[in-house]
């Protein structure tokens, strides 16, 4: 079946550093989104791409959608101990309907160290 | 800014019970869902609901498990008989539309621990 992807696991870094976490899929992917989850927390939307080559900023996030619509990433500019939790990649699946579900990726956990 | 609620927060269970974990869906939102996600692993989709009936299911949700739209507004996960595996975080999601393009609102989860 559909699977998505993520890499790394764990990121560990020092505040002010940047990060970066990928997201690849075997087969076109008709968008991806993107989610936080805090520690205790359940996923929060933060973007969804579309377009093959989108890009989308959102302060100091970046996100990217490949131009085969096959990949993504998440780029994280000058971390702050606010961005610690796991961000997972997640794709819609459906089966020739209109309705999508989600497949999530296992998720980079972010810690930073202050 | 409406939200998808959950109840029970934590639920603890002996193995072999039934447990029936409620959401109550953002109000004016037509397609409903159901993911878990087992402690430090990823969220796993279980099944969705639409027009009172199931759309789509996954292989993990067999027949111990079931869902239900008992009202107009809550939409409940039922576990027939509980399994040490089934401990999990469950998340409810909803959409307006469900279409590929929208986007999938969480509730805040129930953690289920089967012992």
């Not at chain 2, 039934?18 to 087992?38: A, K």
Request: net charge neutral.
């Amino acid at each position: 079946g559909q699977q998505v992807m993520q890499i790394p696991q764990y990121q560990h870094v020092q505040e002010g550093e940047d990060f970066t976490t990928y997201c690849n899929s075997s087969t076109t992917l008709s968008n991806i989104q993107w989610y936080k989850q805090r520690p205790g927390g359940h996923p929060v939307f933060l973007i969804q791409l579309v377009k093959s080559g989108e890009v989308k900023k959102q302060k100091r996030l970046t996100f990217q959608f490949g131009e085969a619509k096959k990949n993504s990433s998440l780029h994280i500019t000058a971390t702050q101990t606010t961005d610690v939790g796991t961000y997972f990649c997640a794709s819609l699946m459906n089966y020739g309907g209109s309705q999508g579900n989600l497949i999530f990726g296992k998720g980079t956990k972010l810690s930073v160290k202050p | 800014e409406p939200e998808v609620t959950q109840t029970p927060s934590h639920q603890v269970t002996q193995m072999g019970q039934e447990v029936i974990l409620r959401c109550v869906p953002i109000s004016n939102h037509l397609y409903f869902y159901w993911y878990r996600q087992i402690l430090g692993q990823k969220v796993e989709f279980l099944v969705s609901f639409y027009n009172n009936e199931i759309s789509e299911k996954s292989e993990i949700f067999d027949d111990q498990f079931s869902v239900e739209r008992p009202d107009g507004s809550n939409f409940t996960l039922k576990i027939r008989s509980t399994k040490l595996e089934d401990s999990a975080m469950y998340f409810c999601a909803s959409t307006y539309t469900g279409t590929v393009q929208e986007t999938q609102y969480f509730g805040p989860g129930t953690r289920l621990l089967v012992l």
